[in-house]
């Protein structure tokens, strides 16, 4: 039996966050101005806070991570492609020509009997936009932040994803040099599953590492 284990990958030598980083609480942070004007405009009728509320979960949940989502279902389906994503996923990216915010660089790290991959930014909250959409706010928490790393078996636990006491949980720190990306395992009795059918199971939590991939037996 493995032996069951925690650790975090070797340190970046420059993890400083520098540029476009999240981490700022200033009056000029985008967030800061962003919920003041959102504060403006329900204060003064203009906006409805539910619905404000309703449209970022869309883009949470929905909308945004179905880039990262297709691309998992491919990779499920196909094992060249499965393979490259895991050498050079930068390459694979460009290829199908797939760009956007904070994905100058992405390693994709691929779940695994007796191995879980977990994702965090401990500086601030590097996240891969561009594939996954909106960070959801617990991401960026500082308690997310430090406990990912301390104590990530009792994290997941916590949030719902409990792990065999022989699986190895390795915990990937991004950075403004690198973002990470889970591939999930793909479910049992998806077989002959098209490749859009297969995306509706990737859950944006699954390519973070904090949940597993749907199950295919579900509503």
Known sequence: MQRSTTRRPPVHDDHTHHGDHHSRRDASSPEIRAQALEDLLVAKGLADPERIDAIIQRYEHDIGPMIGANLVARAWLDPDLHRRLLSDADAVLADMDIRGAEIEHIEVKANAPGVHNVVVCTLCSCYPWALLGLPPNWY???????????????????????????????????????????????????????????????????????????????P
């Open 140 to 218: 960026k928490s500082p308690e997310y932040r430090a406990r990912a790393v301390r104590e990530p078996r009792a994290v997941l636990a916590e949030m719902g994803l409990v792990l065999d006491t022989d699986t190895e949980v390795r915990v990937w720190d991004s950075s403004s040099e690198t973002r990470f990306l889970v591939l999930p395992e793909r479910p049992a009795g998806t077989q002959g599953w098209s490749a859009e059918r297969l995306a509706t199971l990737v859950t944006r939590d699954s390519m973070i590492g904090v949940a597993r991939a749907g199950d295919p037996t579900g």
